[in-house]
């Protein structure tokens, strides 16, 4: 509770230059998030490879499982703490 205060207060003084600047950023990280995704199941897609060549099927698809799922996991925590503050911000700016 204590933190959607402090947001709101610090909202109040926003501006549309600043509304913008947070679109700006949401967008910025959004696309950030999508690369550093594209790149790790790259990097997966190839560690993959390599370790079910050398050491077989089983742990190499098991660790490939693993390493998606917790990319994945971080990837929509972030999208969401990321959508839910600026959704904040430019509802409580807009009111």
Do not use: F, N, Y
């Amino acid at each position: 509770m204590m933190m959607m205060m402090m947001i709101k207060k610090v909202v109040k003084v926003v501006t549309i230059s600043q509304q913008l600047v947070v679109v700006v950023v949401v967008v910025v990280v959004v696309v950030v998030v999508v690369v550093v995704v594209v790149v790790v199941v790259v990097v997966v897609v190839l560690v993959e490879v390599v370790v079910v060549v050398v050491v077989g099927v089983g742990v190499g698809v098991g660790v490939g499982v693993v390493v998606v799922v917790v990319v994945v996991v971080v990837v929509v925590v972030v999208v969401v703490v990321v959508v839910v503050v600026a959704v904040v911000l430019v509802m409580s700016s807009a009111s």
